[in-house]
C-alpha cells in the first residue's frame, strides 16, 4: 500500500470523483445545455422543476428518519442509499429550477427559504409511516410512479430535465424493485406481517389519486415537449401495483375519498410544517451561514 496511514488513503483521491468528502464532484449535467426551450414560459418551468424537486426532497427527507430504525443493517444501508438518490434529484431540479426562474435563487434558497404553502410537492411524500410496512408501500407506490414519469421525461425538449431524469432512471428502478421486494416478503409472509402490509397498502391507496391529477402547468409544458402528463402514467402505474400486490397476495379493497386540493397546488398536511422545522431549522437560525 503506498499510503503511511490510513487517513492518507482516504484523502489523496484527486482523481476519483465519487469519493465523498471534500468538493471535487463531477458535475453530472457536464456538457448538458442549459438555455430554455424556446417558446416555453419561465414560470411554468420553474414551478414544474420544483414539483419534481420538491417531491424528491420531502420523500429523501422522511427516508432518512428510517435510518437506524430498520428490521436490518443492510436496509438502513438501503434506505440511506435511497434518501441520498432523491436528495441528489431534488439538488439537480432546485437548481434547475432557479436558473429557470432567473431571481437568483439557488437549490439552498429554494429548500431552505420556503415557507409549506409554496412547496409543491406531492401529499404522499410528505405522510409519517406507522411501521415498516407503511413505508414500504408508500415507497412502492412513490418510486412506481416516478420511475413511469422520468423514463418519459427522459424525452423532454429540454435537455438538462432529460439529463435528470435520464441519469434518475436507474436509480428509481432500484428503489421500485427493492420496495416490491419488501412488499412481497412481508405480504407473503407470517400471519401478522400480511395483515400488516394490507393495512399499510390500504393506508397508502388514497394518496394515489392525486399521482394521476395534471396540474394546468404540467398541462401547457406537456403540449410544449417539456413535462409529461401525470395521467398517461396510470396504466402503467396500475400493472405494476397489481402484479407486486397479486405476488404478496394482498386484495386491495375499497379506497376512500380524501380531502380535496393537491399538494401541487400548495395545499398540504399538517406533516409537511412538522418536516420543514426539522429540515430547515438551522438555515433559518443563521441565515446566510455556509459550512
Not at 414551478?47 to 420538491?54: I, K, S, V
Not at 405480504?187 to 400488516?196: F, I, M, Q, V
Request: proline share 4%; glycine share 8%.
Amino acid at each position: 500500500m503506498a499510503f503511511d496511514d490510513a487517513y492518507g488513503a482516504l484523502t489523496d483521491h484527486d482523481d476519483d470523483a465519487r469519493w465523498a468528502y471534500g468538493t471535487g464532484f463531477t458535475d453530472p449535467l457536464a456538457g448538458v445545455p442549459s438555455g430554455l426551450p424556446d417558446g416555453v414560459d419561465r414560470a411554468d418551468l420553474t414551478a414544474y422543476c420544483l414539483m419534481l424537486g420538491d417531491d424528491a426532497l420531502v420523500m429523501s427527507h422522511r427516508l432518512q428518519q428510517w435510518v437506524t430504525r430498520a428490521p436490518e443493517l443492510e436496509d438502513e444501508l438501503a434506505l440511506a442509499n435511497i434518501g441520498l438518490d432523491l436528495l441528489g434529484q431534488a439538488r439537480l431540479l432546485l437548481t434547475r429550477a432557479g436558473e429557470a426562474e432567473g431571481a437568483g435563487r439557488d437549490e439552498d434558497a429554494l429548500a431552505y427559504g420556503r415557507d409549506p404553502g409554496e412547496f409543491r410537492n406531492v401529499r404522499l411524500a410528505e405522510r409519517a409511516d406507522a411501521d415498516f410496512a407503511h413505508l414500504m408501500a408508500r415507497l412502492l407506490v412513490f418510486a412506481t410512479w416516478r420511475l413511469a414519469l422520468f423514463d418519459r421525461l427522459a424525452g423532454s425538449s429540454d435537455q438538462m430535465l432529460a439529463a435528470i431524469a435520464a441519469k434518475g432512471v436507474k436509480e428509481l428502478t432500484y428503489h421500485r424493485d427493492y420496495a416490491a421486494q419488501w412488499v412481497v416478503r412481508l405480504g407473503d409472509g407470517t400471519a401478522l406481517s400480511h395483515e400488516r402490509m394490507a393495512a399499510a397498502v390500504t393506508a397508502v391507496l388514497p394518496l394515489v389519486e392525486e399521482l394521476f391529477q395534471p396540474h394546468e402547468v404540467e398541462l401547457r409544458l406537456t403540449a410544449a415537449g417539456v413535462a409529461v402528463d401525470p395521467a398517461a402514467l396510470r396504466p402503467e402505474f396500475d400493472a405494476v401495483l397489481t402484479q407486486v400486490l397479486a405476488a404478496a397476495t394482498i386484495e386491495a379493497g375499497p379506497v376512500r375519498a380524501v380531502a380535496a386540493g393537491t399538494g401541487r397546488g400548495g395545499e398540504h398536511t399538517e406533516a409537511l410544517t412538522e418536516i420543514l422545522a426539522e429540515l430547515q431549522q438551522l438555515a433559518r437560525a443563521v441565515p446566510g451561514g455556509s459550512w
